[in-house]
């Protein structure tokens, strides 16, 4: 009877343990960063572009050009994935069509950052020749967040209740209007957290726009949309891995992926915090 | 008269917007037959300059010299000994913080850690490899004494990193699906909650914790920045758990940007494409195949 309370002790002890050292890996991730990187990020690093051959000054076109890619990205996918969602719930019926939009989906989010990549360089950049630029870019990062999309918008659809579809179609509104003016509204704010999430996954990535869209330095800011572009994940793994003054340029390496991780997790947490909100203000 | 072909416009209105969406519905399978096609339309030219047998198993990858040798056998050996190695880690810490989260943790503690997790997977790949470059690789290669600290060991523990957020979170959704009446009932019977995780709740969300793991390690394999900065980038068969390797996604990162338009080096980089993102696919396709069973079993029938 002692041994099997014992055992169960034991296991809980784990298990916590466990989940304990994943918040610690976390934690002590974001603090490291912060302690090695907050004296670098001054008003001066956020606003000027790098100078001495990037060995000094900020990283204003990278910021720049993380801005221009994901919202390039999220202006194409949203759309998409949105109308994609309401494909999904609100006019597919069960049967082999809807199986295989769907394994195409799952299949598509699995796809390696990488290959997106490669198919962003064989498809906009060369077959399109749009070159390696912002379009490309963003493009290759809205393919790349389209499943995310999806599966937010999907979730948030599902989450309006029934009655509403029924009331307004038992009115004699069309299917359409019920859609855009009774379930797309109701879904908003589901759809829009997980926009925000997609936006914190295209700001993060580097390998996509490595062949696509990102410049190791452009003294300039982009003029169009053929422009190449500077970028916080691939400034941050120039200076750490090429060239010769990787151990001059730590602070530098440090203050760069503090801003990023800023970026990226404060939007993060923002699209968490808003979708609980919206969770418990749901009384339908 | 009039009233008629209102009706009839309206009905061919609502027609063509199903239409539409439908359309868009289908986007994703359309953008993943394109991804195929263009892998194969830039990949399969090398292989009219070398055998598909001599590719895949050929253990030379010396892509610059002359003549060059395209054998990716030690790239596909880097990515699976670092996809393994990541996910003896990353399995037991997914699959524990999984229990812990959804059978054990209080209320608000679940909202953190979820919100942890969630956060953790968020974490942008470059930064984690930035991490394994400026810490532990130091440490490694001063506590092993080691001629490197880029190594698979330090790729394994950053691709962990990675990997536990899919598998934590996948897992915890298949044991949340578990009914409450199975749980009730081995309680009724004097289980502990400890023998009720393990011997029902466990068992019963058994499909949807392997599809977590698949999905783990197909997100280990494709990672592409952590291998490219910590995995050392030595394209040879690894004698040790401390040698440098040079996974599928690491080459490709690497050398893409070096390789003449349309020569072989780039051809064959884009048949590592093409290998990569078949096995992904493969994992991706067992996993769909697991959870379509996960959730005929999920509506409690015993």
Redesign the interface.
């Given at each position: 009877m002692k041994w099997?309370?014992f055992?169960?002790g034991l296991?809980?002890g784990?298990?916590?343990l466990?989940?304990l050292?994943?918040?610690l890996?976390?934690l002590g991730?974001i603090a490291?960063?912060f302690y090695n990187g907050i004296r670098a990020v001054t008003w001066g690093f956020l606003t000027l572009p790098p100078t001495d051959s990037m060995t000094k000054g900020g990283i204003m076109p990278a910021i720049v050009g993380t801005l221009y890619l994901t919202v390039g990205a999220i202006a194409v996918a949203l759309p998409?994935g949105v109308?994609?969602a309401?494909?999904?719930t609100?006019?597919?019926r069960q049967g082999i069509f809807i199986r295989?939009?769907?394994?195409?989906?799952?299949?598509?989010?699995?796809?390696?950052?990488?290959?997106?990549?490669?198919?962003g360089?064989?498809?906009f950049v060369?077959?399109l020749k749009f070159g390696s630029s912002i379009l490309s870019g963003a493009l290759t990062l809205a393919?790349l967040i389209?499943?995310t999309i999806?599966g937010a918008a999907e979730e948030a659809l599902k989450a309006v209740p029934q009655t509403f579809r029924e009331a307004s179609l038992a009115l004699g509104v069309?299917?359409?209007r019920t859609i855009s003016r009774i379930v797309l509204p109701s879904a908003l704010p589901g759809i829009l957290t997980g926009a925000i999430?997609g936006v914190?996954?295209a700001?993060?990535?580097?390998?996509p726009i490595?062949?696509t869209a990102a410049a190791f330095f452009t003294a300039a800011l982009p003029k169009s949309i053929f422009d190449e572009v500077m970028a916080l994940?691939?400034h941050?793994?120039v200076l750490?891995?090429a060239g010769t003054h990787i151990e001059q340029t730590?602070p530098l390496?440090y203050g760069t992926?503090l801003v990023?991780?800023g970026l990226?997790?404060g939007i993060?947490?923002f699209a968490?915090i808003l979708r609980?909100r919206v969770r418990r203000k749901k009384r339908w | 008269m009039n009233n008629l072909k209102q009706t009839l416009t309206?009905h061919l209105?609502?027609i063509m917007?199903?239409k539409?969406?439908?359309f868009?519905?289908?986007?994703?399978?359309l953008?993943?037959g394109?991804?195929v096609l263009?892998?194969f339309?830039?990949g399969l030219p090398l292989f009219k300059e070398i055998p598909v047998s001599r590719f895949l198993l050929g253990s030379a990858w010396y892509p610059t010299y002359d003549p060059p040798e395209y054998g990716i056998w030690p790239l596909i050996v880097g990515s699976l000994i670092v996809t393994m190695f990541s996910c003896l880690i990353a399995v037991?810490?997914g699959i524990?913080?999984a229990?812990?989260?959804s059978e054990?943790?209080p209320a608000r503690i679940r909202?953190i850690?979820k919100?942890?997790?969630?956060?953790?997977a968020?974490?942008?790949?470059?930064?984690?490899?930035?991490?394994g470059?400026?810490?532990l690789a130091p440490w490694l290669q001063e506590t092993f004494d080691l001629p490197t600290g880029l190594n698979i060991v330090n790729a394994s523990l950053m691709l962990a990193?990675m990997a536990?957020p899919t598998i934590?979170s996948i897992s915890e959704d298949a044991l949340y699906a578990v009914p409450r009446e199975f749980k009730e009932a081995s309680y009724a019977l004097g289980a502990?909650?400890?023998?009720t995780?393990?011997k029902v709740a466990v068992p019963a969300a058994f499909s949807g914790i392997s599809t977590a793991v698949i999905?783990g390690m197909?997100r280990a394999?494709?990672?592409?920045?952590v291998v490219?900065?910590v995995a050392g980038g030595a394209a040879a068969i690894p004698r040790g758990i401390f040698d440098s390797v040079r996974p599928m996604?690491a080459s490709?990162?690497a050398e893409?940007?070096e390789a003449p338009f349309r020569s072989g080096h780039y051809h064959a980089?884009?048949a590592t494409?093409i290998v990569?993102?078949l096995i992904?696919?493969a994992?991706?396709?067992i996993?769909?195949q697991l959870s379509a069973k996960f959730k005929k079993e999920g509506c409690g029938t015993l």
């Open positions: 099997r309370y055992r169960q296991f809980f784990m298990v916590r466990s989940a050292m994943i918040t890996a976390l991730m490291f960063l998409l109308a994609s309401v494909y999904l609100e006019y597919a295989i939009v769907r394994i195409g989906v799952n299949c598509l989010a699995g796809v390696p950052s990488v290959v997106f990549g490669l198919f360089l064989g498809f060369v077959f393919i389209l499943p999806i069309s299917k359409w999430l914190g996954r700001a993060g990535e580097t390998a490595m062949f994940p691939y941050i793994y750490a891995t730590r390496q992926a990023l991780i990226v997790l993060d947490l968490i609980s | 309206r209105r609502e917007i199903r539409l969406f439908a868009f519905a289908v986007l994703s399978v953008l993943l394109l991804i263009f892998l339309r830039e037991p810490f524990l913080s229990i812990y989260i054990i943790a909202e850690l919100s942890v997790i969630e956060l953790l968020g974490l942008p790949s470059v930064v984690l490899g930035f991490f470059m400026v810490v990193v536990i934590s502990t909650k400890y023998e995780i393990i999905l197909a394999i494709g990672e592409t920045m490219l900065m996604t490709i990162a893409m940007g980089l884009f494409g990569l993102f992904t696919l994992f991706n396709l996993a769909d």
